[in-house]
């Protein structure tokens, strides 16, 4: 793979960029960005779906490597943990992995910083994101994610990871967990960023 042809979004390094307005009304959030540019077409299509479907994990882990280098100067608060959206047990089971995990770790191998995989917990079993409207997508995901060990984030700036960002649905709930476990300061990665 051709890291030129790539479609990279430079997102982190604008002070405000396009991803902005789907989480920063909501929520504070101290950085915000995304390693590609998706649309239907783009190479990264193939990328992400060679991660997800085709178990590439090799290629998640080494894209958060590329990235971690490139965000490195990026954080006004950096990063004491890195926190991958969490799959479902049964999801997990069904997929033989969470690709959100090997993009953490690559971030994590090449920012220094640990990946706490176990840390937030997805307690129920939802459908796919995939083919639902912004509300149903935040209906989906309401209330089913959870953080154990509290006491270890709590004061903790943190950055949470994740395949990709539609509406930002996901990454709201989760983010929203990780505040009221008392993290300092909260900070998003995407591997890629869906195109409107």
């Given at each position: 793979m051709c890291q030129i042809t790539l479609p990279v979004s430079n997102y982190h390094q604008m002070k405000i960029n396009p991803m902005d307005s789907l989480l920063k009304l909501r929520m504070r959030v101290d950085f915000i960005s995304s390693y590609l540019l998706y649309d239907k077409g783009l190479s990264t299509q193939n990328i992400l779906h060679s991660i997800k479907y085709n178990g590439?994990?090799?290629l998640a882990y080494h894209l958060g490597l590329l990235y971690g280098l490139e965000i490195k100067a990026s954080f006004e608060h950096f990063p004491d943990y890195i926190v991958p959206v969490p799959l479902h047990k049964r999801k997990q089971r069904q997929r033989g992995f969470n690709q959100s995990e090997f993009w953490a770790n690559g971030l994590a191998g090449s920012l220094g910083v640990p990946s706490l995989t176990d840390?937030?917990?997805?307690?129920?079993?939802?459908?796919?994101?995939?083919?639902?409207?912004?509300?149903?997508?935040?209906?989906n995901v309401s209330n089913v994610f959870s953080v154990k060990n509290k006491e270890l984030i709590k004061g903790k700036s943190i950055l949470l990871v994740d395949d990709v960002i539609t509406t930002g649905a996901t990454?709201?709930?989760?983010?929203?967990?990780?505040?009221?476990?008392?993290?300092?300061?909260l900070n998003i990665a995407t591997i890629a960023f869906a195109v409107k």
């Open positions: 590439n994990k090799l840390s937030l917990v997805r307690t129920k079993f939802t459908k796919t994101q995939t083919r639902k409207t912004r509300e149903e997508r935040i209906k990454l709201e709930a989760c983010g929203n967990e990780l505040w009221n476990a008392g993290i300092r300061s």
